[in-house]
């Protein structure tokens, strides 16, 4: 969960989100680096701008090759990694397990028809209920559990307005949209509780249907889904 | 980034080694596998067909006499795609004779 003392991203929870860290990290540098190099070489030939008539008298094949290569090779390292992210995020459709997340006017509704049927609303916690240790505005009553190490197939949908179910730490976000069946892939690596919001604004209470995400062993999760 | 490379090396490691269990997961799961006919991200389609797909079934098996039971495997996969508030309006729909498709 995001603190007002965090300086970085969310540590990622699955291996998507992982890569586009590292891949954000990467590109700093580079852009860091541009930066630098280009503030000091303005720096330098405005300061020296005298001796500039070197290249009006004199050519320099080399240096040239050098200008019109380098650019296109800082693109090439941008552009590799950032395609391989792009299709490694697309993903396939399969999944060992079928979650729906219906957003409504204003909170989620889960369902789940696998093993066992359940259907249950998430409401947020209201302020007196909350317990000492819990996160304001972003605990719910019934948190949906999944299990972890398995490819779930998320089916995002709404029954009024556009809304998003969206999970910070594994870079996921896709809107809820009425008439339409939006899927995507979770695998989390890790158990744990994961925390998101609506992330599209869909009325008055917008910021109060928030997303409360548990991932558990497959032991627990059967335990879960048996006692439910 | 140190930390993402080493958590990447850890995930992926893990997920090869708990990949074995599977097999299990499989004994207690069985979902909707993937439909080469809807490949898209919006499933929707793939929902109405597969119920679609499971009344026709039933009509013809009931037409025919034969035992429904093989039609049980569309019922599991629209059940576990479409939102049970759709099945509720497809159901309705069929009950009134409105249904957007011949079954």
Known sequence: ?228 | MGASIYFILVSVLNYSVKMASMEERIKYFRTTPFDPRFPQCNQARHCFQDYLDFHRCEKVMTEKGKDAAPCQWFKMCYESLCPSEWKDRFDSWREEGIFAAKI
């Open chain 1, 1 to 228: 969960m995001t603190t007002y003392s965090r300086m970085q991203f969310l540590d990622g929870a699955n291996i998507t989100s992982s890569g586009m860290i590292i891949f954000h990290d990467f590109a700093f540098s580079i852009l860091m680096f541009i930066l630098t190099f280009v503030i000091f070489m303005s720096f330098i030939s405005l300061s020296t701008y005298k001796h500039m008539r070197l290249f009006k008298e004199y050519s320099f094949n080399m240096l040239e090759m050098i200008w019109t290569l380098f650019p296109a090779l800082v693109l090439l390292a941008l552009g590799v990694p950032s395609f391989l992210m792009m299709y490694f995020l697309e993903g396939e459709l399969k999944g060992d397990l079928t979650v729906k997340a219906v957003g409504h006017q204003w909170f989620w509704s889960y369902e789940g028809n696998d093993l066992v049927s359940f259907d249950f609303d998430s409401y947020m916690k209201l302020d007196d209920s909350l317990s000492m240790g819990d996160n304001r505005v972003l605990e719910v009553d019934n948190s949906l559990v999944l299990p972890m190490m398995t490819k779930i197939r998320m089916i995002i949908t709404s029954t009024d307005v556009l809304h998003s179910w969206a999970l910070p730490s594994m870079c996921l976000k896709m809107d809820a949209i009425p008439g339409r069946l939006n899927t995507m892939n979770i695998i989390s690596l890790y158990p744990g509780s994961f925390y998101g919001q609506c992330s599209e604004i869909c009325g008055i209470n917008h910021s109060f249907m928030p997303i409360h995400v548990e991932f558990v062993g497959w032991k627990d999760y059967i335990k879960n889904l048996t006692s439910m």
